[in-house]
């Protein structure tokens, strides 16, 4: 099972190519800014998942006719940055610490401004913008928040070493910075955990990893390799995608396309998401 995940890990993040030719924005980032808060989409890479990466167990055959939509597989991986009136917020890292740094010198801000990063999940994809090829903290003033359960199922994981008291474990839903709300979304790992920003009556909710491509729009049912526990998987994605569909959350997503920020619409079958418009 581990080298299953491990040559997906590795199929993930080494086919990856850059896919932003038809774009005309700004390729490496978007920006949004929503109430008081400025929201960075800061894309590491962009590329369409492999066909076999999703599994739909109960309807095969419509799987294949899903995924032969042009658009479908459409995936990045990016992390984001809010910046608040208090302080720079990292969401994730992305899995390459260069790059990250480069995406953030780009809007003129260095690893040493960061004040705290928000990790979702433990993946590589996701922490390992944390640590160089050296071992040392890439953000050495921030404060590193990480669920209790996610943390519990990944002790010997080398960033407890290498960023020390700096790591602060929780088990709340309460806030643990001004603003911002976590919230479990178990299934994908064993203690995913999504963040809500509230700024002015709006709502960000920085979600990780609750779905991996357009396709789960569609078919919220279909899960991939990745997922952990895919019935927990399946069930908290449905419950979410209903919730921001009726409230309007806007939600950013680590590997949701360009600008991987937006809303949810409710459609006859499924969902649809609207990205925002920078
Ligand atoms: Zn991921």
Redesign the pocket.
Known sequence: MTKLFLSFVFA?VFCASPAFSELNQNPNFAKNIIGNVTVFSLIESAFDHPKDLFIYPEFKKNLASYLAKPQSRKST?TAFLAVTPDAKILFDTGSEPKILIRRLNEIKIEPEDINFICIT?M?P??IGGLININEVPVFPHATIFISEREADYNTNNKIFDIYGDKIKIFDTNEEIIKGIKPIQAYG?TSGQTMYKVTTKGRSILFW??IL?APVQFTKPDIYTH?DNNPKETVGVRKNILKQVANDKTIVAG??LAYPAIGTVSKTKDGYKFIPLSK
Do not use: K, L, R, S
């Open positions: 993930f991986i999940h993946h994809d996701h994908h990780g990893d991996h990745y680590a590997h």
